[in-house]
């Protein structure tokens, strides 16, 4: 099976996770893709505004119906940080025969080679990098000569969808509409548990 692999803080998930996910399942012929959220998120040195618990269940809200996704907790109970190259370690543990997929943004591919174990990273995936504006895809060759591993690169189009999750915690706080920017199940989900109302 080919597995894509989406991690992030998801807090919360909105339309621009969802059509990179589907784009990014549709062009490099993913069976699934998992949406994994970080439990203590590496490069935020603020917790997440939005308990784990919650950015999990809106998650389940924004894939609802959608056979190919899934949520994994994976990160929920690890001790310290959540780093990626133990995600992957671990789902290749789990899943010996499935083959892994990386989903990843043009904008933070540079910084691969900073992360913890950006060599355990490119061994145990494929990267499948969506290309934003201004952030060129770098050479598969330029990265391996940073990593010191051979790496795997699939370059998916998607939309441009200018959201964010900070900027939508924003507009929750400020009491601005957010209609349209995300599943309307998870509109209504952060307003009957009033998440985001202090950001």
């Known amino acids: 099976m080919r597995i894509g692999v989406f991690g992030g803080a998801f807090d919360p998930v909105h339309f621009g996770h969802l059509i990179l996910a589907e784009q990014a399942r549709e062009q ?31 998650l389940r809200l924004a894939i609802a119906g959608h056979e190919a996704f899934r949520v994994d907790e994976i990160e929920k109970d690890r001790p310290g940080l959540s780093y990626t190259a133990d995600t992957l370690d671990e789902l290749k543990r789990q899943r010996p025969d499935d083959e892994l997929f990386f989903l990843i943004g043009s904008d933070t591919l540079p910084e691969l080679p900073t992360w913890h174990a950006p060599q355990r990273i490119a061994r145990a995936a494929t990267l499948v990098v969506k290309e934003r504006p201004g952030f060129p895809v770098p050479p598969a060759a330029d990265l391996q000569a940073a990593i010191g591993e051979p790496v795997r690169l699939q370059v998916v189009e998607v939309p441009l969808i200018d959201l964010s999750s900070h900027a939508i915690r924003r507009r929750v706080a400020q009491r601005r509409s957010i209609r349209y920017m995300l599943p309307r199940a998870v509109e209504v989900y952060i307003g009957e548990k009033e998440l985001y109302r202090s950001e």
Request: hydrophobic residues 50%; without cysteine; glycine residues 0%.
């Open 28 to 58: 490099a012929r993913l069976d699934q893709v998992w949406f994994v959220p970080a439990a203590r998120h590496p490069f935020k040195a603020e917790s997440t505004a939005a308990p784990f618990d919650r950015r999990v269940e809106m």
